[in-house]
């Protein structure tokens, strides 16, 4: 069985304008060594409106690193004003999307049905998912995160095959952790990660258990990823704050 390729993810979320996002590119993309990209897949996830400009980028300078997009529309075309479809996200080439953030949840009302329609839109339009969960402080206290994550992914995947679960990328984000600073220790996020992969195996089969991948997210940085990247369950990372910065994000992708 191959092993599984690291994954780390830059999640800019609404910030920089867009010649500060090429430029981020760039400086990222060139900074890498090209035998390194064998070795961790390195992404970043701009605005929408950086995508275009972003694609011309990575085709023409043949560049290893690969983008995706913050969010995605459950329906495929009509008037949903302000959305982006399935279809238009992979018209732009992304190759990732990120389904159900916790902001996306918070801000925006997204239900776990409207996770699984977004999921499922992705699948269609062969853009791999970021399917996104985790605890708030109350519940992670209260020791409930374990059923909680359980109940997202019963709830996130609902109607779908083994097939389709074998392409979707999981990432465990506790809300507490996500822009506070605080990371959850590499023994808890490693906890909920092998859960994450126990339910997929329970579910959809070892094999399909043994393929996917499972990210961390909430405050990583190069000073916290590798002992995160040890654990046996954790095949990567959702980066937000620390995707901003090219020296320090590029640190971080060499240590994963
Ligand atoms: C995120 O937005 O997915 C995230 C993990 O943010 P941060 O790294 O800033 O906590």
């Not at 238009?88 to 990120?98: F, P, T």
């Not at 990432?171 to 909920?192: F, R």
């Amino acid at each position: 069985m191959a092993a599984r390729l690291p994954l780390i993810a830059g999640n800019w979320k609404m910030n920089l304008n867009h010649l500060e996002a090429i430029g981020l590119v760039q400086k990222i993309a060139f900074s890498l060594p090209e035998k390194y990209f064998a070795k961790v897949e390195v992404a970043v996830l701009p605005p929408f409106v950086d995508i275009r400009s972003i694609q011309t980028l990575v085709d023409g300078d043949k560049l290893l690193i690969k983008y995706g997009a913050q969010d995605i529309s459950q329906h495929d075309s009509g008037a949903y004003t302000g959305e982006v479809s399935g279809p238009m996200i992979a018209k732009l080439g992304c190759h990732y999307v990120v389904v159900g953030h916790s902001e996306r949840r918070e801000y925006h009302g997204e239900t776990d049905a409207i996770v699984n329609a977004k999921v499922k839109a992705a699948l269609k339009v062969d853009v791999t998912p970021i399917f996104c969960f985790g605890e708030k402080l109350d519940v992670r206290e209260a020791k409930g995160h374990l059923e909680l994550v359980r109940q997202q992914l019963e709830d996130g995947l609902k109607g779908f095959s083994a097939e389709q679960v074998a392409k979707i990328v999981f990432a465990y984000e506790p809300v507490w952790a996500i822009g506070t600073g605080k990371t959850a220790s590499s023994a808890d996020a490693q906890e909920v990660c092998s859960a994450v992969r126990s339910f997929v195996a329970e579910k959809y089969g070892e094999e399909t258990a043994a393929v996917v991948r499972v990210l961390y997210g909430g405050s990583v940085k190069s000073s916290n990823i590798g002992e995160l990247i040890q654990q046996k369950d954790i095949d990567g990372a959702l980066v937000g704050g620390a995707s901003l910065q090219a020296d320090e994000f590029t640190k971080l992708c060499a240590l994963a």
